[in-house]
């Protein structure tokens, strides 16, 4: 006859909502380093296979404005700054949502979304009819509620109520 299993014991899927928000979390971290390193390196003639890279993941993505992206080193990000806002952001999300237990609702993820993505979609939609011009700094810090709500939204979507991540 089996016993109780032990307080020690920990089941796989238990484990897998931790794994899973450390391993996205990881990600977007790496991430967002090589986006502030990739033009640093390139400036120095460092890494050109990586910097290639890093570039071309982000041509896939972004627009790679110059007049719409920050520059280090005097070389352009490979991501825009509304872009660079969403990724430095989300990371953020992420390692902040992963220190709670609470899961979310799906209305209160949509509801999280749609309100973060309100100042995005508004200076998006202003700068399409020609009624505001908004600099790289405008566009990033627009961008940033809306990364740390997925990020957030990310993580909380992994746990089950009561989860502690």
Known sequence: MRGAP????????DLTPRIVTAALTGVAVVWVTLLLATPVALSRGRLPALTLAVYRAGSLICHQRPERSFHLSSVQLPVCARCFGLYLSGAFGLVAA???????????ARTL???AAVPIA???????????ATTNVQRLATSLPLGVAAGVVIVRSLA????AL
């Not at 032990?6 to 899927?13: F, K, L, R, T, Y």
């Not at 508004?122 to 505001?132: D, F, I």
């Open 6 to 13: 032990s307080p020690h014991h920990v089941e796989i899927q």
């Open 98 to 108: 992963s220190r709670s237990r609470r899961a979310l609702s799906g209305r209160a």
């Open 113 to 115: 979304l749609a309100l």
């Open 122 to 132: 508004s200076t998006v939609t202003l700068e399409w009819v020609g009624v505001l």
């Open 160 to 163: 089950r109520p009561g989860d």
